[in-house]
C-alpha cells in the first residue's frame, strides 16, 4: 500500500514507544538494552508530565515548605526560622529541577541509549503501525515488527460545572508552573494533587480553601486524611469537607472568581485550581483503528498486553492501564514490558508467574505511595478496609509515633501515626501506613516488608538503629507480640 499524501515510510523498529514520560522511557530504555531497535514519539517535551508540570516541580516547591516546618518542630531550630519563605528562590529552585522547561537533557538520553526520538503526535493507524503528525502538519508512518508500548499518560479530569471554562481554573500544570502566587486560591479536590497544591500554596503565602466532597486521600487509611487535615488547618488552610461546586462565575478576565457551592454559599477566590482526578490520554491515539474505545482506559495483563487485541503486541503502562497513577508504579511496569517484549521477540519463554521476572505482581500488592504533605503520608498495600473486603484474616496494630526516642529527637513531639495491617493464617504484612514528619522516607522498609512477604518472625530480627524514627517498628511488632503473648479471657 503506497503512503498518502504528505506521509513518509520509515523502515520499521522493533518496538514504538508512544509518549516519551518516564514510563516510555523506561520501556525504550530495557527494549533497547535487550538489543531491539526502538522509535519514541512524543507531542510535547521528553520526560512527560512528571518532569515538567507533576512530580518533579511539585516536590522542588514542596520542599522548602517542609523543610521549614520540619525546623519549626526542633527547640533551638524553630527561633532561627524568621520570616516567609523567598518564593523568587523557590521558584527558581523549581525552575532549576525542570531544566526551564527544556527538554534537551532528555532528549540527548534517548539519543544516548541508541533509540530514534520523533516529535509529534503518535497514532495507532491499525496493528502495529503508527502515524506521526508534526506540527507543520507532515506525517510520518511507522511499523513496528514486535511492539507498539503505548505511554501516553492522563490528563486533568476537569468536571462539567456550569461557567467552569470561563473560570479558566488552574489544574496541575498552573499549580507547578506559576511564578506568582495568588492572594487566595480555591483548591478542588482532596486527593493527592489536591492536599498536596494546597500544602504548597499556603506555604508559598496564598490563602487557600481546599474544598473535598468526601475524606482527604481516601485510597489511605482514615487516620492519615485526618492527620493531613489538620496539619493543613494548623497551617492556615480552609479546609472543607463533603462540599462541592455547582458554579463558577469570572465576569472579568482579569478579576476574581466566585464559587457557588452546593451549601447555598459562595467563596470568592483568586484562582481555583481543579484537583479532580485524570483522565486517560487516549481519546486520539488512533485506538479505533485496532478495535478499542478511544479515551479509554486500556486494560492489560501483568505483562502489560492490552486485553481484547490480538497477535500479542499492543501495551499499555502507566497512567494509559489505571492500575496505580504513579510515575514509580509505571517505570516498574516499563522495565517488566520491555523486559516481557524482548523475550516474546526472541521466543524466549516467559515468566509470569507470580512476582516472575514478566509479572508486574507489585501492582496487586505493594504500590507504595507518598504524599508529601505537612505532616507527610506514606503507604504500601492494603489499608484494614481492603484487607477485609479481600477475605483476609487480620489483625491491625496502631501506634503514635512519640513512642518511639528516636521520633521524638527528630522533631520535638513528633506528630504522627502508624498502622500495621497483618495476615493472621500468613503472619506477614498486607499493609502498612505512616503519616508524619520525613515517614517518605520510611517507606521504603515497609514496602520491602509487604513485597518480600517477610514473616513477623524474621521482621523481628530486622533492627532500626537507635535513635532514629525506624525504631517505631520495633515498637509496633512488640505490642503485636505483647497482644499474641496475652491470654484471652475466657468467653463468660
Ligand atoms: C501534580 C501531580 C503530582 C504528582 N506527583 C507524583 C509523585 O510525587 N510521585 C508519583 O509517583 N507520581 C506523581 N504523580 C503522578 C505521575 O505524574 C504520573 O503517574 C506519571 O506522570 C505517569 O507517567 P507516564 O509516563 O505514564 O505519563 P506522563 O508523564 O503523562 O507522560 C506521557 C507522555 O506522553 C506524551 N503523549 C501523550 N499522547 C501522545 C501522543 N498521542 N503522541 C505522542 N506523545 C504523546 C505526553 O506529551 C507526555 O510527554 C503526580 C501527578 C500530578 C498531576
Ligand atoms: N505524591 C504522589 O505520589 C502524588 C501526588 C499527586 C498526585 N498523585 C497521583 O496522581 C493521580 C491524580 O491525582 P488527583 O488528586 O488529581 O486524583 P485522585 O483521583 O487521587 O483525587 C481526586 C479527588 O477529587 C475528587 N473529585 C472528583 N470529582 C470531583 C468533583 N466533581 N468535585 C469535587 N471533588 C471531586 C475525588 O473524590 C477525589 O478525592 C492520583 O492517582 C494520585 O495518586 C500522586
Known amino acids: 500500500m503506497s503512503a498518502p499524501h504528505g506521509t513518509q515510510e520509515r523502515p520499521a523498529y522493533d518496538v514504538i514507544v508512544l509518549g516519551a514520560g518516564p514510563?516510555?522511557?523506561?520501556?525504550?530504555?530495557?527494549?533497547?538494552?535487550?538489543?531491539?531497535?526502538?522509535?519514541?514519539?512524543?507531542?510535547?517535551?521528553?520526560?512527560?508530565?512528571?518532569?515538567?508540570?507533576?512530580?518533579?516541580?511539585?516536590?522542588?516547591l514542596l520542599r522548602p515548605v517542609i523543610a521549614v516546618a520540619d525546623a519549626r518542630r526542633v527547640d533551638g531550630a524553630r527561633q532561627a526560622v524568621t520570616g516567609r519563605l523567598d518564593t523568587d528562590g523557590v521558584f527558581s529552585r523549581r525552575n532549576r529541577y525542570v531544566s526551564d522547561w527544556d527538554d534537551s537533557g532528555q532528549v540527548q538520553w534517548v539519543k544516548s541509549i541508541g533509540a530514534d526520538l520523533f516529535r509529534g503526535h503518535g497514532r495507532l493507524d491499525g496493528p502495529r503501525r503508527v502515524t506521526v503528525t508534526r506540527d507543520d502538519g507532515s506525517r510520518q508512518s511507522l511499523t513496528a515488527r514486535h511492539a507498539v508500548a503505548v505511554a501516553t499518560g492522563s490528563l486533568p479530569n476537569l468536571p462539567d460545572v456550569p461557567g467552569i471554562e470561563e473560570a479558566r481554573p488552574w489544574t496541575n500544570r498552573q499549580g507547578t508552573d506559576s511564578s506568582t502566587v495568588p492572594a487566595r486560591l480555591a483548591v478542588i479536590g482532596g486527593g493527592g494533587v489536591g492536599v498536596e497544591m494546597a500544602t504548597l500554596w499556603q506555604g508559598l503565602g496564598s490563602r487557600v480553601t481546599l474544598l473535598a466532597r468526601r475524606r482527604l486521600i481516601p485510597r489511605l487509611e482514615p487516620f492519615a486524611g485526618e492527620l493531613v487535615a489538620e496539619g493543613l488547618t494548623a497551617a492556615g488552610v480552609d479546609v472543607r469537607i463533603g462540599v462541592q461546586v455547582t458554579a463558577l462565575r469570572r465576569p472579568d478576565p482579569k478579576g476574581p472568581v466566585t464559587l457557588t457551592l452546593d451549601d447555598g454559599s459562595e467563596l470568592e477566590t483568586d484562582e481555583v485550581l481543579f484537583a479532580t482526578g485524570r483522565t486517560p490520554a487516549t481519546g486520539d491515539i488512533g485506538l479505533d483503528t485496532v478495535g478499542l474505545t478511544p479515551?479509554?482506559?486500556?486494560?492489560?495483563?501483568?505483562?502489560?498486553?492490552?486485553e481484547g487485541v490480538d497477535g500479542d503486541w499492543l501495551y499499555a503502562l502507566g497512567d494509559v492501564n489505571h492500575r496505580a497513577l504513579l510515575t514509580h508504579q509505571g517505570k516498574y511496569q516499563g522495565r517488566t514490558a520491555g523486559d516481557a517484549i524482548a523475550a516474546r521477540a526472541a521466543g524466549r519463554p516467559l515468566d509470569d508467574s507470580p512476582w516472575g521476572d514478566h509479572a508486574t505482581t507489585a501492582d496487586q500488592h505493594a504500590v507504595p505511595q507518598v504524599f508529601f504533605t505537612d505532616p507527610e503520608a506514606a503507604a504500601v498495600g492494603l489499608t484494614a478496609e481492603q484487607a477485609a473486603d479481600a477475605?483476609?484474616?487480620?489483625?491491625?496494630?496502631d501506634l503514635d509515633f512519640n513512642a518511639a526516642q528516636g521520633a521524638n529527637l527528630y522533631a520535638d513531639g513528633y506528630p504522627g501515626h502508624a498502622r500495621l495491617v497483618i495476615d493472621l493464617d500468613r503472619d506477614i504484612l498486607l499493609g502498612v501506613t505512616f503519616v508524619g514528619p520525613a515517614v517518605s522516607e520510611l517507606l521504603h522498609s515497609a514496602t520491602i516488608a509487604v513485597a518480600g512477604e517477610v514473616p513477623l518472625k524474621r521482621l523481628r530480627h530486622a533492627i532500626a538503629p537507635f535513635p532514629t524514627v525506624s525504631e517505631i517498628w520495633h515498637f509496633l511488632l512488640a505490642a503485636y507480640q505483647r497482644e499474641q503473648e496475652t491470654p484471652r479471657a475466657a468467653p463468660a
Open 23 to 60: 514510563v516510555g522511557q523506561n520501556v525504550a530504555d530495557h527494549a533497547r538494552a535487550a538489543g531491539l531497535s526502538v522509535a519514541v514519539v512524543e507531542r510535547e517535551l521528553v520526560g512527560g508530565e512528571c518532569s515538567y508540570w507533576a512530580c518533579v516541580p511539585s516536590k522542588a
Open 295 to 306: 479515551g479509554s482506559w486500556l486494560d492489560v495483563d501483568t505483562t502489560c498486553l492490552v
Open 391 to 397: 477475605g483476609h484474616r487480620i489483625k491491625t496494630v
